[in-house]
């Protein structure tokens, strides 16, 4: 969330925008109380496609601590980014016209190996994996290079060819890891991990600076502690059933970081914590992280129930929400995976998408009910079927006849709650009657408390009060403002209902159709629900002023008692609060704008 330095707006801290604290070393002992490490395993393949680079770049934003990757040498002896030592042909396909066929990594040139195409697919274990298509193998080279600003750890595993795969030396396999962290200087910032300890031992004789990490320990048959000695390592990896508290504080009392086995379930991540392990690994670091910080505690954060309620329901807080009409749009499609990406970039807190279902079911974002706009397609969406709709290409911005395609794709609110989740709020738009399918996606996407949608029946209508969205979404009823030709007589029905909304629950107040700062504080000084919210889209007035006008007028309604806003700019009121400048109000007659 975006505060000001202005103490009118005192910090509320947002958990999904919080980065887990840097360090350059593990901590050698797990103290009760303390945060475990959290290891992208990856870099999050239950989100993005394992070991790439929109998994990485993920996992820097959500605020992971340690990126995992698995390497293999190619038969020109270079390093790539693969866990497989063959090509996997069930989500790596070779480009058309490519002439590359999948093998064995060691039998193929690296020049072979990046004419696949790594991200249009993913493995059967990972239903959820956003696609990604065009995506690439990277080279440590190029993932050093990429991440080495970042403040995040690096943790490479050797893997070596198994049957039939090819013969790589150890120690020159090792040579060329130690060769591509020295390049960066990541001496400091870099394990290894292997299962042929081999590789740990060439490490060691090689640059004793770098760390290294023993993997499957039990196999050895071997005391760990003394196991770990014998090899130089600084921690081992070791499941539930490998060693119980006493064990693990035994290894770090002699030097040896502990770490989990790589689990995606909270009971799991409870029973790690609670034998004291130094890191987790995960391939979902984004319920992850969150599971951390609410275990361990922390004091910028909320737990899941409450997350929304920790962001929009403090009527004393002025902290402001910044949500992005559609998604940061600018130059990405409105209302796509690539919109809500740069909004994550951008540092907004929340986005606006809308709702649709297809021909058969499923949830898909679009604003318009016909994807001529957006698309190079034509036709209604609740007439289509989400296999076409899918195929579609959206055009850049807010489309249009003149404007051009892009790649990305109509997405499903599935892949955009996939995104979003962990960091930004997301406010659906329902443009169909889908309340029970969209309860039942964020139930099942724990994006329980991250959510809120507008509504605009009265408190007691039965279709609001028995809505299966109540329980795990934010509720923000509808308050319109007069029409310009009525007196303002009409206001009094309106502004007496909000305390009525409180069996409801409600988060915020959504103040549709603006047409008077009169109307604001009215709204903000009638009786409502302790904890609501004034929230406004200033899409149809002050988006539609120049910038120093649009200034001025956040500002105003700052200072009101807005604190959520929904605009077309949100990277200009970002500005805005990080760096607030007194400017005079502008005329807000509608007939000026």
């Not at 504080?249 to 790690?272: I, K, M, P, T």
């Not at 809308?354 to 016909?370: E, I």
């Not at 047409?515 to 149809?540: C, D, K, M, W, Y």
């Not at 007035?541 to 700052?558: M, P, Q, T």
Request: glycine share 6%.
């Amino acid at each position: 969330m975006v505060t000001s330095r202005n103490s009118r707006l005192p910090k509320i801290a947002l958990a999904f925008a919080s980065a887990i604290v840097f360090g350059t070393a593990i901590p050698s002992v797990a103290m009760a109380g303390t945060k475990p490490l959290v290891i992208a395993h990856r870099g999050g393949a239950a989100l993005f496609p394992e070991n790439t680079f929109p998994a990485f770049d993920n996992a820097v934003r959500l605020g992971a601590d340690l990126l995992e990757f698995d390497m293999q040498m190619t038969a020109d002896d270079q390093l790539v980014i693969s866990h497989d030592g063959t090509v996997n042909a069930s989500f790596c396909t070779a480009e058309p016209g490519s002439g590359a066929v999948a093998g064995p990594i060691r039998t193929l040139k690296l020049s072979e190996v990046l004419e696949f195409d790594c991200g249009s697919k993913h493995r059967a274990l990972y239903p959820n994996q956003m696609a990604v298509p065009g995506t690439r193998m990277p080279t440590p080279d190029a993932f050093f290079a990429r991440y080495k600003g970042a403040k995040v750890q690096f943790y490479g595993e050797t893997k070596l060819p198994g049957p039939g795969e090819g013969v790589v030396d150890p120690v020159a396999f090792t040579r060329l890891v130690a060769a591509a962290v020295e390049k960066y200087g990541l001496e400091d910032r870099f394990i290894l991990q292997s299962a042929d300890y081999r590789t740990i031992d060439a490490m060691h004789d090689i640059n004793p600076r770098i760390r290294t990490c023993l993997l499957y320990p039990w196999l050895a048959k071997t005391e760990y502690l003394q196991l770990a000695h014998e090899h130089h390592a600084t921690c081992i990896l070791l499941r539930l059933q490998d060693a119980n508290a006493a064990e693990v504080r035994r290894l770090q009392e002699g030097g040896v970081s502990v770490f989990s086995d790589v689990v995606d379930d909270q009971a799991s991540w409870r029973s790690y914590l609670d034998r004291g392990d130094n890191a987790l690994f995960t391939n979902d670091p984004a319920a992850l992280i969150t599971f951390v910080k609410v275990s361990v505690g922390s004091s910028d954060f909320a737990p899941p129930h409450e997350q929304s309620t920790a962001v929009l329901k403090s009527r004393q807080v002025r902290d402001v929400v910044v949500l992005a009409h559609r998604g940061c749009w600018g130059e990405a499609p409105e209302v796509s995976i690539a919109a809500i990406e740069a909004c994550k970039s951008l540092g907004a807190d929340a986005v606006e998408i809308d709702v649709r279902k297809s021909r058969d079911g499923v949830l898909v974002l679009m604003h318009d009910d016909t994807v001529e706009r957006t698309t190079n397609g034509t036709g209604a969406i609740a007439d289509m079927p989400a296999a076409e709709i899918r195929k579609l290409r959206l055009k850049v911005g807010s489309g249009g006849p003149n404007a051009f395609l892009t790649n990305e794709h109509v997405p499903t609110l599935e892949q955009a709650f996939s995104v979003s989740r962990g960091q930004l709020l997301v406010n659906v738009h329902l443009k169909a009657p889908v309340e029970g399918e969209v309860a039942a996606l964020v139930k099942r996407m724990k994006m329980v408390g991250q959510v809120t949608t507008w509504v605009t029946a009265g408190s007691d209508d039965a279709s609001l009060v028995h809505s299966p969205l109540r329980a795990v979404v934010g509720i923000i009823p509808t308050i319109n403002d007069c029409k310009l030709a009525y007196p303002a007589p009409c206001w009094p029905a309106q502004i007496r209902s909000l305390d009525s909304y409180a069996p409801i629950r409600p988060v915020a107040f959504f103040l549709d159709f603006r047409q008077s700062h009169e109307f604001i504080q009215a709204i903000a000084s009638a009786p409502r629900p302790v904890g609501t919210r004034i929230f406004v889209e200033t899409l149809n007035n002050e988006d539609k002023l120049s910038k120093e006008g649009r200034r001025a007028e956040w500002s105003w309604l700052i200072d009101a008692g807005v604190s959520v806003f929904m605009t077309n700019y949100p990277g200009e009121l970002i500005e805005l609060l990080k760096n607030p400048v007194p400017l005079p109000v502008v005329n807000h007659d509608p007939a000026s704008h």
